[in-house]
């Protein structure tokens, strides 16, 4: 019954706190989570979690991917009628937020010391840690390659809508989806070594 609860509760609300108290006891109780991670993945479905991220959600597993993406002449670009030029923004966000947060939270990780890494589930990622990004900076700096300033702008109101961002003082937080909407460990590489790379360079070289 607990884990078809959790199942239904996190279909049902997209994604859930670390904090909340049925998730806490899902990331500590292995049997548990095997039988939550049983259950999504008769349905396609995979549990989303990483240890430093404040939430956790359920994705597509990876071979339900095709089925859903893919049609007779195209891949989709997301489930969430998020076009291309959105999913362009969403990746450029994950990139300027999640991975400059997650190094400083190796970072203090590494400082720390392995005894306190997780205590029991994730750190929890204070202020200093989790930095926003202003919203003049990103249309200054990226609005032309993304369709101009209005679409830009748009395209926000809807990320913030779908949990992947939260738009506050004029300046872009991560939302509850943001830290889990890619893979880190298959797409940080990428960014870091592919054409987003130069880009993210040309911005920190342009602030120094």
């Not at 997301?78 to 362009?88: E, G, M, Q």
């Not at 990428?190 to 993210?200: C, D, H, K, M, P």
């Amino acid at each position: 019954m607990d884990a078809s609860r959790i199942v239904a509760r996190l279909l049902s609300l997209r994604f859930l706190p670390r904090r909340d108290k049925e998730i806490l006891r899902l990331l500590t109780d292995a049997s548990l989570r095997q039988e939550v991670e049983t259950r999504l993945a008769a349905c396609g479905l995979r549990l989303l979690d990483h240890p430093y991220a404040d939430h956790v959600a359920i994705g597509l597993a990876r071979e339900a991917e095709a089925p859903v993406f893919e049609t007779d002449t195209e891949w989709l670009p997301s489930n969430v009628n998020l076009p291309k030029d959105a999913v362009a923004l969403l990746v450029l966000l994950w990139a300027l937020i999640v991975l400059p947060k997650r190094e400083r939270q190796i970072s203090r990780t590494d400082t720390a010391g392995q005894d306190e890494m997780f205590s029991g589930t994730a750190r929890k990622v204070d202020a200093e840690v989790s930095a926003g990004i202003a919203e003049a900076t990103l249309f200054e700096d990226y609005g032309k390659l993304l369709g101009g300033k209005g679409r830009v702008n748009i395209h926000l109101g809807t990320l913030s809508r779908l949990g992947f961002i939260e738009r506050r003082n004029k300046t872009l937080h991560e939302g509850p989806l943001l830290d889990l909407a890619f893979d880190y460990a298959e797409v940080a590489p990428r960014i870091l070594e592919g054409t987003l790379a130069s880009v993210l360079k040309n911005r920190q070289a342009g602030g120094a």
